[in-house]
């Protein structure tokens, strides 16, 4: 993994470009669905240590800081995602306020994705192996996963959903990616996003390098053949 101060140089440089983007994004948020632009969420850190991680919001605010009430999870037809919100969170710039996390020290430009604590067994050995980094703003798990895990949890209990059929297999994904760390999978991460959110690819490198290396990513349905 990369050291925290080169991610945070690399989130300074990318300050000047990204923070016009975000305050435009945050005006729009505010404009159509009312204050507050942005929600801090609890996510549990390197070391086990929970943290607040920035988004833009794209959900009903209905408690007092903002945040959605009910399930800490949340289905692709979750009611209590806003019509903004649905735009944002389809290219995942809603993500885009976490650079100030990178900056603090608590994320990764790359990383496994944080989990949220209800979610979290620090008694697990995978578990402690995978917060023994900091997490990402962006990783393989939610390139493998994502439009599998968007389907899945269209059921009544999308929580139990999540803990009992996805979470072991993101879990599985983290602990992979931790595990054989090198600049050559970061590579092919970033590749991959660009594949999937500027090229607009189904199947992306790091998916099928993901794939091939483990088992429990075998229920989950294969993307749809691409190039790139």
Known sequence: ????????LLALALVPILG??????????????????????????????????????SMRAEAPDGSATGSAITGAADARIT??????????????PQLWNVLRGEMGLLGPRPETPSMV????????????????????TQLVVERWEADALTGVDPAASYAQDILPVKLAI????????????????????????VRRRDSTTIDRVVRAALPETAGIPPAPASGG
């Open 83 to 96: 019509t903004t919100g649905a735009w944002l969170r389809r290219w995942r710039i809603d993500e885009l």
């Open 174 to 197: 983290d602990a992979w990616y931790v595990r054989e760390a090198s600049p050559w999978i970061d590579l092919q991460v970033l590749w991959s996003l660009l594949q999937r959110f």
């Open 121 to 140: 067994d620090l008694d697990d050995p995978r578990w402690g192996a995978v917060v023994a980094v900091r997490p990402g703003v962006a990783g393989p």
């Open 20 to 57: 016009p983007v975000v305050a435009l994004l945050a005006w729009l948020v505010r404009r159509r669905e009312g204050p507050p632009a942005f929600v801090g969420l609890a996510r549990v850190g390197e070391g086990g240590r929970v943290f607040t991680m920035w988004k833009l919001r």
């Open 1 to 8: 993994m990369r050291t925290s101060l080169l991610d945070r």
